[in-house]
C-alpha cells in the first residue's frame, strides 16, 4: 500500500476513533494539512466539491454545538467555475458531522463566516435558506446538523471580532457599546 | 475595489465595434416588452400580469451589460458558443436549468426546458436564453402553497353538510380554501348554508412566485454570479454607464 494513503486513514481513523459517541468533543485534527487531506476527498465524494472547478478556498471555520451538545465542524468552501472573465462563484457554509458527512450546506455568495457561538453560526452578511424560506446573518443548527433557523444579529457592531476573534463575542452583550 | 484598464479597454471596445450588439434582438425578444406583447413567453409581459408578485419591468439593457460582462465581447472565442458561460465545467447553473430545478420550471417556457434539456448549449441563442432564465430563476422568490391542479380542469361540485367549513369542505375533496372562495367570492364561513352547492377544482400544494428580489447590481452579482467576481455589480455599473454613450 502506498505510504501517502496510509498516512491518510491512519489520520482519519484517529479522527474517527478518538471520541465517543453522542455529545462528546469531536476529535481535533492534527493539523491544516491533515484537515485539508482528509476533509477534502470527503467533500469531493459528497458532491459537494466539483474537482472540475477552481477551488479557491477550503477552511475550518469554527466548531458548533447544537442545542443538545453534539458538535459539528463547520466549514466554508469557494469554488469559481472556471471559462469565463467573471467566473461564477460556488460558495457555500457547510456543516459537518464526525464522520465528515455534511448534514446541511447553504449558499453563502459575497457573505463570509466570521465565528461559531454554541449552535449559531454567525456572517458578515445574510445568506438565505430556500428550504426554510428564511435569510439572515445569525444560523442556528439543530442536534442533526441541519440549520433549523435564519436570525439577523448586526455582526460589523460587535465586540472582540476584530483583528481576529481572539475572543468569541457573547451574543447577550449590547451591540452599541465600545 | 477599482477595475482594471485593461478591462475597461475591452468594453470600452464596443462603444465603436457593433459586433457587440449581435444579440441585441434576441435579448429584446426575451425579455418583451412591458405591457401585453405578442410573445406570450417572454418575461416581461408574463411576470407583469402577477401583480401581487410585486414584478417590477426588466430594462433589457441589463441583460445586454450582462453579456457584455459575462462573455468579454466578439474578440473571445466563446463569443460565438457559450457568451454568458452556462455550461462551463462544473456551472450549478446549467444543472439546475436541465433539472428544471430550483423554481425554474416556473420561470422557462416548456419550449426553453425542452431545449435545454435535448439542444448543445453551445450555441450561443440558447446560452443566451438559458442565462436569462437562471437570472430569473435567481432573483424569483418561491414559495410552496395550495394551487389549483392544472392536471384536472373538472370544475366539481359539493353539497354544504351541516357543521361544514370552507377549511373541512377543502380537506375533504381535495382543494383548498382559496380555490372555493374564488370560484364564489363571496362565500365566507358565516355564509354558508347547508344544502347549497360550492363549484371548485381539485387544488395541490405546489411551487409558486411570490416575489422578486431587487434587481439591482449588488444583487445580481450575489444571486447570479455567486460572489465569484468581486467586481461584478461594479462592472455592471461601469457598462450601463457606458451605454449612455452608445451612438448606433
Not at chain 1, 476533509?39 to 465524494?45: E, I, Q, S, T
Not at chain 1, 462563484?89 to 465528515?100: S, Y
Not at chain 1, 442556528?140 to 481576529?164: K, N, Q, T
Not at chain 2, 444571486?223 to 455589480?233: E, F, L, Q
Request: with cysteine; charged share 25%; hydrophobic share 40%.
Amino acid at each position: 500500500m502506498p505510504v501517502r494513503p496510509l498516512v491518510a486513514v491512519l489520520i482519519a481513523s484517529l479522527v474517527f476513533v478518538a471520541a465517543p459517541l453522542g455529545a462528546a468533543p469531536a476529535a481535533r485534527l492534527p493539523s491544516w494539512q491533515d484537515f485539508y487531506r482528509i476533509v477534502h476527498p470527503a467533500l469531493v465524494r459528497q458532491e459537494v466539491i466539483d474537482p472540475r472547478r477552481a477551488l479557491v478556498h477550503l477552511a475550518c471555520l469554527c466548531e458548533a454545538r447544537s442545542p443538545g451538545g453534539f458538535l459539528f465542524r463547520v466549514v466554508e468552501v469557494r469554488e469559481l467555475v472556471r471559462g469565463g472573465p467573471s467566473p461564477r462563484g460556488v460558495n457555500q457554509l457547510l456543516v459537518l458531522d464526525r464522520q465528515l458527512k455534511v448534514t446541511d450546506r447553504i449558499e453563502i455568495a459575497t457573505a463570509h463566516g466570521l465565528y461559531c457561538d454554541g449552535a449559531s453560526i454567525i456572517l458578515d452578511r445574510p445568506a438565505e435558506s430556500p428550504r426554510l424560506g428564511q435569510e439572515g446573518n445569525l444560523l442556528r443548527i439543530d442536534d442533526g446538523g441541519r440549520i433549523s433557523s435564519l436570525g439577523e444579529i448586526e455582526a460589523a457592531g460587535m465586540e472582540g471580532i476584530r483583528p481576529v476573534l481572539s475572543s468569541r463575542p457573547s451574543l447577550t452583550r449590547p451591540r452599541s457599546a465600545p | 475595489m477599482a477595475l482594471s484598464p485593461k478591462w475597461i479597454a475591452t468594453v470600452e471596445d464596443g462603444l465603436s465595434n457593433r459586433d457587440w450588439d449581435a444579440y441585441d434582438a434576441l435579448i429584446q425578444s426575451e425579455i418583451g416588452e412591458c405591457a401585453c406583447s405578442e410573445r406570450a413567453t417572454a418575461y416581461n409581459p408574463r411576470f407583469i400580469e402577477n401583480v401581487a408578485s410585486g414584478y417590477v419591468c426588466v430594462d433589457w439593457m441589463l441583460i445586454k451589460a450582462m453579456l457584455w460582462v459575462e462573455s468579454g465581447g466578439p474578440r473571445q472565442a466563446s463569443w460565438k458558443t457559450r457568451p454568458m458561460q452556462i455550461g462551463n465545467p462544473g456551472d450549478p447553473a446549467y444543472g439546475v436549468l436541465k433539472k428544471s430545478a430550483e423554481g425554474s420550471a416556473l420561470v422557462m417556457s416548456p419550449a426553453l426546458a425542452a431545449a435545454i434539456r435535448t439542444q448543445s448549449i453551445d450555441s450561443p441563442e440558447l446560452n443566451i436564453r438559458a442565462a436569462i432564465a437562471y437570472l430569473f430563476t435567481r432573483m424569483a422568490k418561491f414559495d410552496v402553497r395550495s394551487v389549483v391542479d392544472e392536471s384536472d380542469k373538472t370544475i366539481h361540485t359539493v353539497t354544504i353538510a351541516r357543521g361544514d367549513s370552507l377549511e373541512r369542505i377543502a380537506g375533504r375533496v381535495g382543494t383548498s380554501v382559496e380555490v372555493l372562495k374564488s370560484f364564489r367570492s363571496e362565500v365566507s364561513t358565516t355564509q354558508l348554508r347547508v344544502g347549497e352547492k360550492l363549484r371548485y377544482r381539485k387544488a395541490k400544494m405546489g411551487q409558486i412566485i411570490v416575489g422578486w428580489r431587487k434587481w439591482d447590481f449588488a444583487t445580481i452579482a450575489a444571486r447570479y454570479n455567486g460572489g465569484g467576481d468581486p467586481d461584478y455589480a461594479d462592472k455592471l455599473a461601469f457598462v450601463t454607464r457606458l451605454f449612455s454613450q452608445l451612438k448606433r
